[in-house]
């Protein structure tokens, strides 16, 4: 069955970086792509990028390009998100999800969410 | 950038129908989908391009398109559809895609 399993929880100061891994299992890795999503406490769902694993051609939303990198390892079938220079309004809980299709454009399956906490 | 917008609370009677909206510039002419969210949970796509389902949803759940709104109608409400419903797009503009959320709805059981 398709899985995909996230670190675990973080805690990081204003200004710092965090990286949050994500590793699938169940299906063919190199097929689908993989998008980031977060969501801040109490509020919505955001998409922040996506990665083609095959290409590790990658797409981010305007307003954090510059701050987020998204990597793959195709040997451990893991893909790594780094966000860096955080500020409190990046607290959240980070999502990687699956793209359903080559093309991606909804997720299928989602892993169980990571929170990253900034504070001073 | 696209904007979707979702009314932030529906309320309904168990065994009732509740449709939950999602409004967009004509939307009709994009594929949406739908997730169910419940709480402390990952989101999980119940309603993909419009009216499908995916494997081991519940037929209770439909979806509609056309004009500048969508729907997902949830058929013979029960307690345990209660949960933040959220739709999405793919949205691309001059080569720049990317996925839009609306705000979500939180459906409540009475």
């Known amino acids: 069955q398709v899985q995909l399993v996230q670190s675990g929880a973080e805690v990081k100061k204003p200004g710092a970086s965090v990286r949050v891994s994500c590793k699938a299992s169940?299906?063919?890795?190199?097929?689908?792509?993989i998008s980031w999503v977060r969501q801040a406490p109490g509020q919505g769902l955001e998409w922040m990028g996506r990665?083609?694993?095959?290409?590790?051609?990658?797409k981010s939303t305007q307003r954090l390009q510059g701050r987020l990198t998204m990597t793959t390892d195709t040997s451990s079938n893991t893909v790594y998100m780094e966000l860096r220079s955080l500020t409190s309004d990046d607290t959240a809980v980070y999502y990687c999800?699956?793209?359903?299709?080559?093309?991606?454009?909804?997720?299928?399956?989602w892993g169980q969410g990571t929170l990253v906490s900034v504070s001073s | 950038s696209y904007v979707l917008t979702q009314p932030p609370s529906v309320s309904v009677a168990p065994g009732k129908t509740a449709s939950i909206s999602c409004g967009g510039d004509n939307i009709g002419r994009k594929r949406v989908q739908w997730y169910q969210q419940r709480p402390g949970q990952a989101p999980v796509l119940v309603i993909y391009?419009?009216?499908d389902r995916p494997s081991g949803i519940t037929e209770r759940l439909s979806g509609s398109n056309s004009g500048d709104t969508a729907t997902l109608i949830i058929s013979r409400v029960e307690a345990g559809d209660e949960a933040d419903y959220y739709c999405?797009?793919?949205?691309?503009?001059?080569?720049?895609?990317?996925?839009?959320f609306g705000g979500g709805t939180k459906l409540t059981v009475l």
């Open positions: 999800a699956k793209g359903r299709g080559v093309m991606g454009d909804s997720f299928d399956y």
């Open positions: 999405q797009v793919w949205d691309s503009i001059n080569d720049h895609p990317k996925w839009v």
């Open positions: 169940g299906y063919t890795f190199t097929t689908y792509p």
């Open positions: 990665i083609r694993i095959s290409s590790g051609y990658t």
């Open positions: 391009h419009d009216t």
